[in-house]
């Protein structure tokens, strides 16, 4: 515990700074130095459509933006420009940029189908002109993100990376339909390029961790579709932070926070195990993953209070009552429930059935987990939660995929069959509801259906 007490008070000093007025003077130069960037790197692709690369008068305005990078790298480390509709963003920081046909940023980058950029590192000046010049060029017919990422590669410009443009609203209020399939593939890729970022030393892509746990949220953690989802071709990890961030999120719903509050303890939920990918974990364990996994998230400059939660949430995760875990942050207590539920119905891990992984919760109430916590998911997954094998007392067996509609509701989910009453796989998504028709006689381990 003298680790975990030394981690909590340093970052407890972090936040009284932040609080103090420190991260607003960071902002403030963030903002200045990032309109600039958005600016110049505007102006300068439009200067390639006139001007060959090599031409004179891309010499001080390519300066000007290599100076604009160095600046902001030193203040941040590593950048994120991610355009989302008519709107910029630099590192969770909104730019104000002017809104006129000669600066259009957005739209450039997206004739590429590109809405985002990483800045990993350093980019040289005779690098940023090629960036430019490719920007500038004709987008490829087919896959032209694809392609222009490929062009960058071959003139050596291995410290900018390319991500897709982003269709959603930045807003907390404003809810967007979204393909709740999609959601869920990319959230996993987006977590498994996290780990791949940070195991290079990179900074994790937190404002694309957080947009898609808008659309999480948008789509609602308790969806049947959600439950539904199948990725077999998913890496575990990536999987595993999936399932973890729903039953956060259901919680943390249940519990009445509020949605920034929501949003920040789902991307804390994707980035709990990061610890595991952190540089110098060549022999990851599971002491020491919480600690490297706080450090790692830590790299990105500035504190403020959705980056404390992100930390608090990678260092606490394991934190039981009985060892010191009462005073655990709530994100960390919520993580520990969801991270021990996942685990117990693994196949691979406890190997329980969703009933019988909500009894250990409840009987480990008050030892190891926050009993209001344990009491708020049992609530809502009910008696038989999603993804509990069913017999059916007229042969058939179902796998419920709903959580509690209404109380009189709560040990009758609606559900999918998976296996006629005469043996057979179905030979369509069957869905039915317990509320209305069959009758359970039993849970059953996953591998008898």
Not at 92 to 120: C, Q, S, W, Y
Not at 347 to 354: A, H, V
């Amino acid at each position: 515990m003298d680790e975990l007490q030394r981690a909590q008070s340093n970052l407890g000093k972090a936040l009284a700074r932040s609080k103090a007025g420190e991260d607003k003077v960071l902002m403030a130069q963030v903002r200045e130095r990032g309109e600039q960037f958005a600016n110049l790197l505007n102006g300068l692709i439009r200067m390639g459509r006139v001007h060959a690369p090599d031409n004179h008068a891309f010499d001080q305005p390519v300066q000007d933006l290599h100076r604009t990078i160095e600046e902001l790298t030193g203040l941040l480390g590593s950048l994120q420009l991610v355009t989302v509709e008519d709107q910029i963003y630099l590192n969770d920081v909104r730019m104000k940029v002017p809104a006129n046909a000669n600066h259009d940023l957005g739209g450039e980058l997206h004739k590429h189908n590109v809405g985002g950029i990483t800045f990993h590192g350093e980019v040289s000046p005779p690098q940023l002109r090629k960036l430019v010049g490719l920007f500038a060029q004709k987008p490829a017919a087919e896959h032209p993100r694809n392609t222009l990422a490929l062009a960058l590669r071959a003139e050596d410009i291995a410290n900018v990376e390319l991500f897709g443009i982003y269709r959603f609203r930045m807003s907390e209020d404003e809810a967007v339909a979204v393909d709740p399939l999609s959601v869920v593939k990319r959230l996993v890729r987006q977590v498994e390029d996290t780990w791949d970022n940070l195991a290079q030393g990179r900074q994790a892509n937190v404002l694309a961790l957080r947009r898609l746990v808008v659309d999480l949220l948008g789509v609602g953690p308790g969806s049947e579709l959600l439950w539904l989802a199948e990725l077999p071709n998913a890496t575990p990890h990536g999987w595993h932070a999936f399932k973890v961030t729903q039953s956060v999120l259901l919680m943390a719903q249940a519990a009445g926070l509020p949605p920034g509050v929501m949003q920040d303890f789902g991307v804390a939920a994707l980035t709990h195990d990061v610890g595991y990918a952190a540089p110098g974990q060549a022999e990851p364990s599971f002491e020491g993953h919480p600690m490297a996994g706080s450090r790692a998230l830590l790299r990105q400059l500035g504190f403020h209070e959705a980056k404390v939660r992100r930390a608090f949430g990678a260092l606490y995760h394991h934190a039981e009552l009985e060892s010191g875990g009462r005073r655990a942050p709530l994100v960390g207590r919520l993580l520990r429930i969801a991270e021990d539920y996942d685990v117990m119905t693994r196949p691979g891990g406890g190997g329980l059935t969703p009933p019988e992984a909500l009894s250990q919760l409840a009987a480990g109430a008050n030892k190891h987990y926050d009993p209001v916590l344990v009491q708020l998911l049992i609530n809502t997954l009910g008696q038989f939660p999603p993804g509990t094998f069913l017999a059916l007392e007229d042969g058939r067996i179902v796998r419920s995929c709903s959580c509690v509609r209404s109380p009189e509701l709560f040990a009758r989910p609606r559900a999918v069959v998976v296996r006629e009453a005469d043996g057979s796989a179905p030979t369509h998504r069957e869905l039915i509801d317990l509320a209305s028709e069959g009758k359970v006689r039993g849970a059953l381990k996953p591998r008898a259906s």
